[in-house]
């Protein structure tokens, strides 16, 4: 009876063993292990909005991420049993890899650990150059964004006083993840960008209001100073030398902005350039500001518009170093032409007398 008994206790454990070893492979092989533990291949996943944890799952395995859409379908609904109900996916996309077990992938998407796109604007930058940025991502079409910023409602909508967001793209590392629209880009590089600035410049529009002017005009004025100079230390000069032409009534005579209103480089004006009909002409008869800023300026610029240093220079000179020497009245900026026509062309290997194109100022 005994015997009998244990024989047949043998042959439930005979079918039994494999079945449950079995059951443990498959369980190994779809719910723990990797596709391919030694694969180094990287794969774009993206998940749509309000897509199911069942969609999600066929979409990993349709993608060559996971084995079977089981695995993360019922590993999903286990850690939402866990946390008592709420466990969200955010839409967007994930660097995934069939070397990722079902878990280490459920761990990245419920950590919302999407990939990330970085764009990097540079004091000084120009709206294309921004624009060429943003569509160096793959986040949106450079067409499109230029369209876009063409559109006037989308410009208010950002809260921009001017047919163009120039000046309003501030320097700074701005990051965005998938899926986001042009538009959205657009509206939060500029959000960024004004509450960085109100930030690093504290009560910077109460600061222009006492000193009459209007916030837009601080940043137009800015822009210029970022154009002239790449040196901390000269951007409060200038800006003075900007206030007293201003105080004066005197054309400020920016190369840079007629640079940028006639698409061309500063070193490619010439004397006829100054009778252009452009708007950013502020050479002549042309006095106040441009209509825009020339640029994105930067944070010490924008300092230094609300900060001058007190002097009363009027003109400023770059020097064979790219520095710059000021003068306050024509006298000492003609010595200060004279003097460095001569000393760039010691530097170039031969000297010769200064000739009167070196003293002729341009557009007087």
């Known amino acids: 009876m005994l015997q009998r008994f244990f024989y047949k206790m043998g042959l439930v454990g005979f079918v039994v063993c494999p079945l ?32 199911s944890s ?20 019922y590993l999903y609904r286990q850690m939402k049993d866990e946390v008592g109900g709420e466990l969200s996916i955010a839409a967007g996309e994930y660097e995934l890899s069939p070397a990722m077990t ?12 999407r990939v990330q796109y970085t764009i990097n604007i540079a004091p000084g930058a120009t709206v294309p150059e921004v624009v060429s940025s943003i569509a160096a991502t793959k986040l949106a079409e450079e067409k499109e964004l230029q369209d876009l910023l063409r559109t006037p409602v989308v410009l208010t909508r950002a809260g921009i006083p001017a047919a163009t967001p120039e000046g309003y793209f501030l320097e700074g ?4 993840v998938k899926p986001i629209t042009g538009e959205r880009i657009i509206s939060k590089i500029i959000e960024q960008s004004k509450a960085a600035l109100e930030q690093k410049v504290e009560n910077w529009q109460a600061r222009a209001a006492k000193l009459g002017f209007r916030p837009y005009e601080v ?25 007293n032409r201003i105080k004066l009534e005197m054309p400020l005579e920016s190369k840079a902005a007629l640079a940028y209103g006639l698409e061309k480089p500063i070193g490619a004006l010439t004397q006829d350039d100054v009778s252009s009909s452009t708007q950013y002409n502020t050479f002549g008869s042309n006095k106040g500001l441009p209509p825009t800023p020339i640029c994105s300026p930067g944070y010490e610029s924008i300092k230094a518009v609300l900060y001058p240093e007190v002097t009363d220079y009027i003109y400023w000179v770059e020097t ?14 003609r010595a200060l032409v004279s003097e460095n026509a001569a000393a760039a062309e010691a530097a170039r ?3 010769r007398d200064v000739t009167p194109e070196d003293l002729e100022i341009l557009g007087e």
């Open 20 to 51: 449950v070893l079995i059951g443990a492979w498959i369980y190994y092989l779809f719910f723990v292990s990797a596709l391919d533990k030694n694969s180094t291949q990287t794969i774009a996943f993206t998940v749509g909005d309000s897509w």
């Open 173 to 176: 590392t701005y990051v965005f």
């Open 54 to 73: 069942k969609k999600i799952g066929e979409e990993l395995e349709a993608q060559g991420v996971l084995r079977s859409w089981a695995s993360f379908y």
């Open 102 to 113: 079902p878990e280490q992938v459920m761990q990245k998407m419920t950590s919302a650990e």
């Open 320 to 333: 064979p170093g790219q520095t710059h020497e000021f003068a306050a009245n024509i006298r000492q900026y």
């Open 219 to 243: 940043l137009v004025l800015a822009s210029l100073i970022e154009k002239e100079t790449s040196v901390d230390s000269e951007r409060p000069k200038i800006a003075s030398a900007l206030h």
């Open 349 to 351: 290997g031969g000297a």
